[in-house]
């Protein structure tokens, strides 16, 4: 099981961006996921990377606005948000991927075995 560590939530206005970082214990085997969740909703996985960054996932609800990176020599994999949203206020975890497969052209991670303990991420004026 590898240990994951998120940070880089805050505060931000609407419009602005912020930067997760997730620092992992093993990184190099794994895909790793982004979720969000936010009061009152379901978790929402919204990015994903192949252990070898070749392939990546977004929900809807980023695409456009999210990226997400990793850096294997420094285990850590990033996600910038830009043109952020009240809408996207939520804590925000990673987690490290079993499964990972293509389907319709899509990329997708799954079987998610280990988590992060999150970080807040507010948006508001």
């Known amino acids: 099981q590898v240990q994951l560590v998120e940070s880089g939530g805050g505060l931000v206005q609407p419009g602005g961006s912020l930067r997760l970082s997730c620092v992992a214990s093993a990184l190099d085997y794994y895909a790793i996921g982004w979720f969000r969740q936010a009061p009152g909703k379901e978790r929402e996985e919204i990015s994903c990377?192949?252990?070898?960054?070749?392939?990546?996932y977004y929900a809807d609800s980023v695409k456009g606005r999210f990226t997400i990176s990793r850096d294997n020599a420094k285990k850590t994999v990033y996600l910038q948000m830009n043109s952020l949203k009240p809408e996207d206020t939520a804590v925000y975890h990673c987690a490290a991927a079993e499964r990972e497969w293509s389907y319709g052209g899509t990329y997708y991670c799954g079987d998610f075995g280990s988590w992060g303990q999150g970080t807040q991420v507010t948006v508001s004026s």
């Open positions: 990377i192949s252990s070898s960054a070749s392939r990546t």
